[in-house]
């Protein structure tokens, strides 16, 4: 049982805007930035979304993030069969005095 | 070019102990808001973090995992070696070493921080 509440599956087909949702509470997403990993299958997670909203170098526009209140999501607009994945949130768990991540959410590109 | 390597044994026994070394290039662990920690990955599971040694020498745990985990700097000065004891078969998993990077002029341990870089994971199987 994952800290972060995310959607086990998501599904899109190409060139479609698709949204991953990611739950938290006010001792996490509600007071803490929120992180965005995707991991291709059979590969290392990678960043995609860091403090809420900022990409990293190389991570394309059409990857967003936003964060209202206890959370979040991860917006992917112009989707692509590379972009099937798995996505993960994560934050820092104030009571929990650690790093929480979401369950992940396994997106495919019909 | 930063990079991150695991190595370490691929099977162990319940209840040995396992010992993975993290080696990394491309940033020095003494450079202020750096750390490297570890995040494991059962098979078909979600990520669940470890430990993070930090650039001033502080060490944070995993508090489901406190007990059993030692994070050190390796005797390289690019190295940082986890330990975890008392293995059990739900160890099982890729372990992966990550480069921890402070936000901005945040102050406060490790809130502070979020995972830049990946290994590209190591899998261990604990089973007899």
């Known amino acids: 049982q994952s800290v972060l509440t995310q959607p086990p599956s998501a599904s899109g087909t190409p060139g479609q805007r698709v949204t991953i949702s990611c739950f938290g509470s006010?001792?996490?997403?509600?007071?803490?930035?929120v992180n965005w990993y995707q991991q291709v299958p059979g590969t290392a997670p990678r960043l995609l979304i860091f403090?809420?909203?900022q990409r990293p170098t190389g991570v394309p526009d059409r990857f967003s993030g936003s964060k209202s209140g206890t959370s979040a999501s991860l917006a992917i607009s112009g989707l692509q069969s590379e972009d099937e994945a798995d996505y993960y949130c994560a934050t820092w768990g104030d009571s929990l005095n650690a790093w929480v991540f979401g369950g992940g959410t396994k997106l495919t590109v019909l | 070019q930063i990079t991150l390597k695991e190595s370490g044994p691929t099977l162990v026994k319940p209840t040995q102990t396992l010992t993975l070394t993290c080696t990394f290039s491309g940033f020095s662990l003494s450079t202020s808001g750096v750390g490297v920690g570890w995040i494991r990955q059962p098979p078909g599971k979600a990520l669940q973090w470890l430990a993070v040694?930090?650039?001033?020498?502080?060490?944070r745990y995993s508090p489901s995992l406190k007990s059993r985990l030692t994070i050190t700097k390796g005797t390289s000065k690019n190295q940082v070696v986890l330990t975890l004891t008392n293995l059990d078969p739900v160890d099982t998993a890729t372990y992966y070493c990550?480069?921890?990077?402070?936000?901005?002029?945040?102050?406060?341990?490790?809130?502070?921080?979020?995972?830049?870089?990946w290994g590209q994971g190591t899998l261990v199987t604990v089973s007899s």
């Open positions: 006010s001792s996490n997403i509600g007071r803490e930035p």
């Open positions: 990550v480069l921890a990077r402070r936000r901005g002029s945040c102050s406060g341990g490790g809130r502070c921080y979020y995972f830049d870089s």
């Open positions: 040694f930090y650039w001033d020498n502080d060490k």
């Open positions: 403090i809420d909203n």
